[in-house]
Structures are given as C-alpha cells and as structure tokens.
C-alpha cells in the first residue's frame, strides 16, 4: 500500500532536520555549576587549612575524601549503606504499590474514596518523626519498624498523585473502552493505570525523597546499622572526617537515585512527553 | 432504498426520548424517535447544532440511556454498547491511546474482545491497517500522526473487530477539507467492500447526502424526526460527477429547505 493516494499522510514527526550546532561555552551549560561545586568546595579546603574555622568540627576536604576512601576500600561504607538501601526498597516498594492500589480503589469507586478519604486527610499531615516512637513500641527497632515507617511515608504522595490521575482520565477514553466491551480488570491494566501513569511517577519520584529522609532519620534514632546509624555514631565519636563522609555518601546516592528515576520515567513516559508536546502546536 | 441487502429491519428505534436535568427543570432533547433502519445501508442523521443528533448516536451505541423508547439491534434490547455496533468518536485525538503506537491501538478491540491467537491478531491488525491505508506507520504513536490519519487508526480500530454497524459522530468535523474527502471516500470504499450499516452524524448536509442511502434530518431540539429522505444516486459515486447531478442538488436543496425553515432563515435558494 502507498500513503499517496490520501492528502494528509505525511507524519508529523519526522524529526527536523537537526540545526548545525556551534560548541557552547562553558558557563552556558550546567559545566558553570559543576564548576561552582568545585569552588566551593576548594574555599572550604582552603578555610580549614588556614585555621579560618575551627578545624575539630570543620576538618578539611582532602581529609574527608581520604577518610571516605578508606571507608570505602574497607567495605564498611558499602555495607551500612547496603544495609541502609535494602530498608529504603522494601519500605518504598511496599508504599509505593499501596499507593497505587488504594489511590485506584479511592479513584474508582466512590465508596472507598467516601470511607477513606477523611483518614488519609486526619493522617497524612503527621510528620513521620512523630509516630516513631509508637511504631518502636509495636514492632521493636529492627528492619520491621524501618521498613514500615519507610512504607507508611511512602504511601501518601503515590495515593494521592494515583488518585488525581484515576480521576482526570479522559472520559472519551473510559467510553471508547466500553464501546469495546472492556471493563473491570481489563479496563484499569488496560486504559486506567496507562492514563493516570505521569500522576503515578509523579508522586513516586516525591516518595523517593521521602524515603531516604524517613530512612535516615529511623536509623538515627534507633539502628545498629545503617548510613544513618553510622553518621550518628561517627559525630558521637569524634570521627568528625567519617561523619561528613557519611553525609556526603548520602549527597551521592541521593543524586544517583533521583537520576535513575529520571531515567526509568523518560523511558517509560517517552508517549506522555510526545503527546503533550503535539498537544502544545 | 438503494437497493442493496434485504430491507428487513436491522436497527429499530421505537419512541426515543431523551431529557437531561437542566437549571429549573429538565429539557428536552430528543423526542418521539421512530426509526428502522436497514442493513447494509448508509444513514446519515442530520441536524442543526444542539438538535440531538450525537446524543441519539450515543443512544443507540448504547453509552447513554434514553429516557423512554428503546433500540433494538436484530432482537436484542440495547442496554449497554452491543458488540456488534461501533462508535467512532469525534476527537480522535482523545479517543485513541496516546500511550499504544497505531499497531496496538488498532488491536485493541481484538486483543480485548475475542479469543483470537497472538499470530491471528497481529495478521488481522495488520490486514486493516493495509485497508486504512497505514501501512508503514505501524510503530507510530498516534500523535504524531496527522489528524486525518488519527482518525484512520480509529477506523481501523473498530473495523479490526468487524462490526456490523458502525456509528460515527461528526468523525471528520475536525480535519481540513482535502482530508475530509479523502476520508469520505475512505468510509465509502470500507462501507462497499465490508457490507457495513453506517449511521453517520453530520452537520453538513453535502456530506450526508453524497455518502448516504438515506438522510433523516432532525428539527431543533427536542429533536423530531422532520425529513426522512431515501437518497437514489447511482454508485459508486464521485465526488465531482456525483455532486453535479439534478437529482443530487434535488436532494441537497430539500434538505437545506428544512433546514433554513428549521432556524427562522430564508431558503432563497431553494425558491
């Protein structure tokens, strides 16, 4: 078949013919900050060696970097962090699918939204901080009760954001499915959960920072392992070096994360972007 | 009738009416729908904006309810969307799936409503989108597709599940003119070769009456039945020929008579 017979069968998406590009300058890309970074950290170096800070509690950056090295080679931060990242999964994954399961419920019928909707409201605003000590009472300071303070964090950003999305599918595409005879399970695999997705990963990427918070704060508060654990225990002991080793670890992982999340949801939500753009025109 | 198929009654429309709350009451937006509508034919329903005319097609698809009357699809009672009728929609743009490419937003009747194999699928998704003339685009997402071939996939989508009755409300109202005709063929062509029943919503009375066998105009809401007007040109039709003929301009002029009539304009035309 050839498209010439139709008027109209050209695509709108070849891509334009890519502009010849001429080689930007440093400080017209994100080098500037990277730069920046760089600087700050040298002033910080440069104040500490200088005696321009106190050098007990603000050791210098070349210090910092060896010691994380050493922690590094020894495998002692690998494995608190190991520790640390295997809680932050479990109670995100364990949230995060919460979420979407009981934001679609909430979305879909009426009467889980009537039934929980006040509870999310009355539970929602508490800052994870203030119910730690009665998930200690319950489930003791292991795994369990990180996991759960980690889950519980978790579930509101994805429930909510999964709610919003349920709800704003277009109608047109609800009644193009039943035109197909598609409903219940179908419907939401189908239609439902494909529509809402760009809410879902919105409110994932927010429970993704609240996790490492939420992750953090619990093994401060009561670990025998653990990033948070360790960077606590290095301060109380004076290893002033490890304790910014720590902090700075968390810098990273933190940065990585967000930008594997990145990665997942360009590829996954590559048709929302698409589609917004065409809409734009 | 032109004469094609047996003239038994396929689709019956018994007494619709339709009313929608309104502030301080409720309105009336269709009324006393007698229709029977026969297979193979081509039915164009026509009307001033606002008469009704989509809300009957939903009604017969089966998406909304009437208020009193009913539709029946051979002897079933309609009560929901009947497998054997499908709608195309108007907005295309939001009916397809932005997040399937063309391939999978054409088998997504099929994928969904017969137990076919994965091999059987994929041949009849690929058979239709070769009779839409898509061929190619398969991997395409459907935006970035023009608008006449947005509404092609959508086509494709519902023929794929080889309906017996296609509904479609106002499909091309919102493509340029070029594109219109090229669709208009497109659904001509379709409706000869698959032995289709096409009920066609329009505004555009040329519209109706070159593609139709038949042309029920409906009055300003509530809607009435106020034309029923059986269109005897010869097929296959063509755009330029077609729309020359006497019998043709006969047509369109009663059509637009009523019309005219309908909302207080002076048919000068028609005198």
């Given amino acids: ?281 | 009738m032109s004469g094609r198929g047996p003239t038994r009654p396929f689709l019956r429309l018994s007494g619709i009416r339709k009313e929608f709350a309104a502030a301080g009451g409720t309105t009336v937006a269709l009324n006393g729908i007698n229709l029977e509508i026969a297979r193979g034919s081509f039915v164009s329903i026509i009307g001033p904006s606002g008469c009704g005319k989509s809300t009957l097609l939903q009604i017969v698809a089966g998406l909304i309810g009437a208020t009193s009357g009913s539709v029946h699809f051979e002897d079933h009672k309609v009560d929901g969307p009947p497998p054997g009728a499908l709608y195309v929609f108007q907005q295309y743009t939001r009916s397809l799936f932005p997040w399937k490419t063309v391939e999978r937003n054409v088998s997504f009747g099929l994928e969904n409503r017969e137990t076919l194999s994965r091999s059987a699928i994929a041949e009849r998704t690929r058979e239709i989108i070769g009779l839409v003339k898509l061929t190619g685009f398969e991997r395409h997402y459907p935006w970035q597709l023009s608008g006449g071939m947005q509404q092609r996939v959508a086509i494709a989508r519902a023929l794929a599940c080889r309906p017996e009755v296609l509904l479609m409300d106002e499909p091309f109202s919102a493509v340029d003119a070029l594109t219109r005709v090229g669709l208009q063929e497109l659904v001509r062509s379709l409706w000869r070769e698959l032995g289709l029943t096409v009920i066609f919503v329009t505004h555009d009375v040329d519209e109706g009456v070159y593609l139709s066998t038949r042309v029920v105009a409906l009055t300003r809401a509530p809607g009435t039945v106020a034309v029923d007007l059986a269109i005897d040109l010869p097929h296959p039709r063509d755009q330029i020929a077609t729309r020359a003929l006497l019998q043709y301009l006969d047509y369109r002029a009663t059509l637009l008579a009523q019309l005219f009539a309908d909302e207080g304009l002076v048919a000068r035309e028609v005198a």
């Fill in chain 1, 1 to 281: 078949m050839t498209d010439s017979a139709l008027p109209d069968a050209t695509p709108l998406s070849e891509p334009a013919a890519k502009r010849p590009r001429r080689y930007a300058l440093p400080w017209q890309t994100r080098w500037l900050g990277v730069a920046f970074i760089v600087v700050l950290l040298l002033a910080w170096e440069i104040a500490a060696a200088t005696g321009a800070m106190p050098s007990l509690s603000f050791p210098r950056m070349s210090g910092i970097l060896a010691a994380w090295w050493r922690l590094v080679v020894s495998g002692e931060l690998p494995r608190e962090l190991g520790d640390s990242l295997w809680r932050m999964f479990a109670g995100y994954f364990i949230g995060a699918a919460l979420g979407v399961l009981l934001g679609l419920l909430m979305g879909y019928f009426r009467i889980f939204y009537n039934l929980l909707e006040p509870i999310t409201e009355v539970l929602r605003p508490i800052p994870s901080p203030a119910y730690l000590p009665i998930v200690i009472l319950f489930l003791g300071i292991d795994d369990a009760m990180k996991i759960f303070m980690i889950a519980f964090a978790s579930l509101f950003p994805v429930l909510i954001n999964t709610y919003s999305g349920v709800r704003s599918v277009d109608p047109i595409q609800l009644q193009t499915a039943r035109t197909f005879g598609v409903a219940g399970r179908r419907l939401v695999w189908q239609v439902v959960l494909p529509a809402a997705s760009p809410f879902i990963f919105t409110g994932m990427r927010v429970s993704l920072a609240v996790a490492l918070i939420v992750m953090v704060i619990s093994e401060m508060v009561a670990a025998s392992s653990g990033i948070g654990y360790f960077i606590l225990s290095a301060q109380r002991g004076f290893q002033i070096r490890e304790m910014f080793a720590g902090v700075l670890t968390l810098a990273a992982v933190g940065y990585v994360l967000n930008r594997l999340f990145v990665a997942i949801e360009s590829r996954v939500l590559a048709w929302h972007y698409g589609y917004t753009q065409q809409q734009r025109h």
